[in-house]
């Protein structure tokens, strides 16, 4: 019913900025929080960041405060990722996630069957 799409994943070098987006289609719910997960090989799916329904509020992983910022344009029905500084410890698969609820809290912190998904993009910082 939902679909999420990702791009903008591809090769960079460490340093590089790259911006990725999100487009959700389908039937939707009314106000919904949009986030990014991000998989590295041999890893578990963790958090990177995630914002309300409205855009207000934001919240980030540790390892990229000050690096990453997320936002969305609801008339687009599109969320972005925009990434800078990046390093290795940086590549993974992204993946896109939207929730029922319109704000941010700490169930956002750890992937959960309650997100609906996307299929992910590939990033890849090369040093």
């Known amino acids: 019913q939902v679909q999420l799409v990702e791009s903008g994943g591809r090769v960079v070098q460490a340093g590089d900025s790259l911006t990725l987006s999100c487009v959700v289609s389908?039937?939707?719910?009314?106000?919904?929080?949009m986030g990014w997960f991000r998989q590295a090989p041999g890893r578990e799916r963790e958090f990177v960041a995630s914002?309300?329904?409205?855009?207000?509020?934001?919240d980030y992983a540790d390892s990229v405060k000050g690096r990453f910022t997320i936002s969305r344009d609801n008339a687009k029905n599109t969320v972005y990722l925009k990434m800078s500084s990046l390093k290795r410890e940086d590549t993974a698969v992204y993946y896109c996630?939207?929730?029922?609820?319109?704000?941010?809290?700490?169930?956002?912190?750890?992937?959960?069957?309650?997100?609906?998904w996307g299929q992910g993009t590939p990033v890849t910082v090369s040093s």
């Open positions: 914002i309300s329904w409205i855009g207000d509020t934001t």
């Open positions: 996630a939207g929730d029922y609820e319109a704000l941010v809290g700490s169930h956002w912190h750890r992937p959960s069957s309650r997100f609906f």
């Open positions: 389908g039937r939707t719910f009314s106000a919904y929080a």
